[in-house]
Structures are given as structure tokens and as C-alpha cells.
């Protein structure tokens, strides 16, 4: 794969005003911004106020502490969100892109435990494949395995060889081709008083942008995501122990300070 940076060519000839035109233009925007913000929160409030859709099969997956059941691995709170990983049985390594998700999560789990939210990650790969991977790259969340049971078949994030080879898989809520026997995705559930569990939202495709906060600060700077015009455009993405040094880190350790007792 390329992992080269996308031609900045916004940045080449880029316009520079005075310092009152900037702040007329940035003001425009502004305005621009808050009119996303404003359709952002009413399409949360849709999304909050979906049906649901109970969840009546028995899923049990194996996690470190033994068998659980999807009601389980709420922790005793009532929201759960669920990262479909990308990671088979036999893969040796989970997707680069899931990955980039992935490392994300840690830091975020201090805060949804508070509006009592449990995240858990979901893969077909065994439990054993999962935790010599999360050991690899350093991570702390729970992540269970999903092998034996019809967990992400039922959530259109695994497919069978043969719908494969019919050419076309049920994902992001439309029959199309799909490159993989995994797929990306992010559902939420809610468990009531009585125990029962429900199925809140499913997002897959670019909704699992969700999760990658990373992109958020890169779409604030020049040069954007940097990404080529290709159909894989995560292309560049690396599991985090696999980048090479940043052009940054580059140029410094050939400065001529590097050589600087």
C-alpha cells in the first residue's frame, strides 16, 4: 500500500489576507460551524429516538472470565457499546483500520463509565488469537470473542463463504459487494431493569468515523486527512507499532542538533 500523503495542493498559492478579512471570513464559517452543530444535536435525538428492537437470542461469547452472555458483558450498567473488530479466526493480526479505532478507546472509558456506558470489543477470532493480539499492542478495554455462536453474522459484520461468492453481502443496510469475510461496525445496546436486552443502533460504513477522534483534529489543519482519492482511503493507516518515524521526527534527528553533545 502507499502510504504517501496526498498532493496539499490547497496549501500551494494558499490565499493570505489581513488580519480583518480573516476574521470576517473565519466569522462566516463560524456561523457555518454552529448550523452543523445545531443538525448534528437534532440527529442525535433521532438517533435517541429510534425503536428498539429486543434482543431474544441467547449470544454467549468467551471472555477471559469464562463464558458470558450479551447481558453480561454490561457490567452492571445499563448502555453497552460494541466495536465489531475485524479480526478472524486464523488472522494473526486485526485490521489496521479497526486498530485505528481501537486506539481510541482506552482513554475514552473512564468517561463513558460515568454516563453509564460499557464498551466491550467483539471478534470472531478465538479468545486466544484476541488476547495475544491486545497484549501486542498495549491496550486495556474488554474484548471477547464471538467464535461459535451467530453474533456478527446476525449483525451484518460477518459474512459465509457462500455469500462471498454470490457476489453481493447484507452491510451498512443494503445489499452490495463486500472485499472481506469481516466488517467494521459499532452497535449500541440498553438493558432494562428486568434484564432484557435491546438493540439500539447499528452504524457501519463511515459511521464508525465515530470512534476515530484522530480524524476530528486532522480535519482541522491545512492539510486535512491527507488521504489520496482512492477507494480504500485508510490505505495509509498502520497498527501503531508499525509506522514508520513521522516526517517530523525525521527531520529532527537529522538536524544538525541530533549530533549536539
Not at 461496525?185 to 468515523?209: I, M, W
Request: proline fraction near 6%; aromatic fraction near 10%; include cysteine.
Amino acid at each position: 500500500m502507499n502510504t504517501a500523503i496526498a498532493e496539499p495542493s490547497a496549501i500551494q498559492n494558499h490565499p493570505v489576507v489581513p488580519g480583518d478579512r480573516w476574521l470576517a471570513e473565519r466569522r462566516t464559517l463560524l456561523a457555518r460551524e454552529k448550523e452543523l452543530m445545531r443538525l448534528q444535536d437534532q440527529i442525535a435525538r433521532e438517533r435517541r429516538a429510534l425503536p428498539w428492537e429486543r434482543v431474544s437470542k441467547n449470544y454467549v461469547f468467551d471472555t477471559p472470565h469464562g463464558k458470558r452472555t450479551l447481558a453480561e458483558l454490561f457490567g452492571g450498567r445499563r448502555q453497552l457499546v460494541v466495536q465489531h473488530f475485524m479480526l478472524g479466526p486464523g488472522w494473526g493480526e486485526g485490521c489496521p483500520s479497526c486498530s485505528y479505532m481501537a486506539d481510541h478507546t482506552d482513554g475514552m472509558n473512564v468517561h463513558l463509565a460515568q454516563r453509564d456506558i460499557s464498551f466491550v470489543a467483539v471478534s470472531r477470532a478465538p479468545l486466544a488469537e484476541i488476547a495475544r493480539f491486545r497484549e501486542r499492542m498495549g491496550w486495556r478495554f474488554d474484548w471477547v470473542s464471538s467464535n461459535g455462536s451467530d453474533f456478527n453474522h446476525d449483525f451484518h459484520v460477518s459474512f459465509t463463504p457462500e455469500e462471498l461468492d454470490a457476489g453481493e453481502v447484507d452491510y451498512n443496510y443494503a445489499r452490495r459487494a463486500f472485499p472481506a469475510s469481516e466488517a467494521p461496525g459499532v452497535s449500541v445496546f440498553y438493558k432494562d431493569e428486568a434484564g432484557d436486552v435491546f438493540h439500539t443502533y447499528s452504524t457501519y460504513g463511515r459511521g464508525v468515523e465515530v470512534m476515530m477522534g484522530a480524524y476530528s483534529l486532522m480535519d482541522l489543519t491545512p492539510e486535512g486527512r491527507g488521504e489520496r482519492d482512492v477507494p480504500h482511503k485508510m490505505e495509509w493507516v498502520r497498527h501503531h507499532d508499525r509506522y514508520e518515524p513521522a516526517p517530523a521526527a525525521r527531520a529532527a534527528a537529522d538536524s544538525c542538533c541530533s549530533h549536539r553533545a
